[in-house]
């Protein structure tokens, strides 16, 4: 059985799941249109390299990685389900439990490997438990829900966390906290502006703002946002009037919102000292460097398809350390 714990975003990783693309052959297998299938061949080629390149990292840094395996075979030509690229957005540790809420058939064959006792499900839940959304700082719990959350579901955890130990500190943005702000270590947050009641919540720590400045980064995807409603981004396949309308018909499911998680916070912390972020930023890297940080710069060349880095393709399964209290 695989053991399960995490109190810190930033306490020394030891384990940890990556997820997995449909291979290159299987859209070769369903797609006719080469204008089409092309594309997503080299999308799927790529992402699995940047995979082996992020489970190498890993590895180097003594952290045992599991991979997703499920039958690809299963699934047709209507595209029934997204695959499961980024666990990161439906699983959490929390403690010492594993919780699983969504997408078992790409899953299920990894969840067998988690102790029962260390294992909670919820698919009926209103309200997503993962930590895509959940930020964990030891004792306290930053926890962003869904607004069609149901109260009766949020306090159903909320008070299981607190009889735990846990503060437990409720927002309903709607939208990802690890596309939005990181806990880098004690005392350190890179965020985007306004996010969270940082003098109230993080009283006294160094916050880097970074509002706005990676859009430059993506200046081709300004120009067809519209047409992709701000969820995808294929760079080189901007005019690709074909693809576009396959993947916003067929591929709905499988492409998240660009525009939320345009900035470079989705990262990775190995331990306190060393972080796995996705490029260079200079206003980041000088923050690390105040605060004794080490990057390791981990390129995911389609993030902005799959609208997720390095912190969305990973789900970390056991850290070292304890409920830590960082606010009392």
């Not at 030509?77 to 666990?87: L, Q, T």
């Not at 993962?130 to 949020?154: C, H, M, P, Y």
């Not at 120009?223 to 993947?247: A, C, M, Q, S």
């Not at 190995?270 to 200079?282: G, H």
Request: with cysteine.
């Amino acid at each position: 059985m695989i053991p399960v714990k995490g109190y810190a975003t930033f306490d020394p990783l030891k384990s940890c799941l990556i997820g997995r693309n449909f291979s290159g052959d299987f859209f070769n297998k369903n797609i006719s249109d080469p204008k089409v299938a092309d594309p997503l061949r080299r999308i799927a080629d790529e992402t699995e390299e940047d995979y082996q390149a992020l489970e190498k990292i890993l590895k180097d840094a003594n952290i045992k990685t599991y991979r997703i395996e499920f039958d690809e075979n299963k699934f047709d030509k209507d595209w029934h389900g997204r695959p499961p690229v980024c666990p990161r957005d439906h699983f959490a540790v929390i403690g010492e439990k594993f919780y699983a809420y969504q997408q078992t058939d790409f899953y299920g064959k990894f969840i067998q490997n988690i102790a029962k006792e260390n294992l909670s499900f919820g698919l009926n839940k209103s309200v997503d438990v993962s930590t895509a959304n959940i930020s964990r700082v030891g004792k306290d719990l930053f926890w962003d829900v869904k607004k069609n959350s149901t109260q009766e579901d949020i306090d159903f955890f909320k008070n299981k966390w607190s009889a735990e130990g846990f503060n437990v500190h409720v927002s309903k943005r709607g939208y990802h906290n690890d596309g939005s702000f990181c806990v880098v270590k004690p005392g350190c947050i890179v965020t985007l502006k306004d996010v969270q009641d940082y003098a109230t919540e993080f009283p006294g720590w160094d916050i880097l703002y970074l509002p706005d400045q990676s859009w430059e980064k993506v200046h081709p995807f300004t120009e067809i946002k519209d047409k992709v409603k701000g969820r995808w981004w294929i760079p080189g396949e901007e005019d690709n009037d074909k693809l576009t309308h396959f993947i916003n018909t067929w591929l709905n499911d499988w492409v998240g919102y660009v525009e939320e998680t345009v900035f470079d916070v989705n990262m990775l912390s190995i331990d306190q000292n060393t972080i796995i972020c996705n490029n260079y930023n200079k206003e980041v890297f000088e923050h690390f460097k105040k605060h004794k940080v080490e990057p390791i710069v981990f390129n995911f060349r389609h993030r902005y398809f799959w609208d997720g880095g390095v912190h969305c393709v990973t789900q970390d399964l056991y850290r070292e350390g304890k409920m830590e209290d960082y606010f009392g």
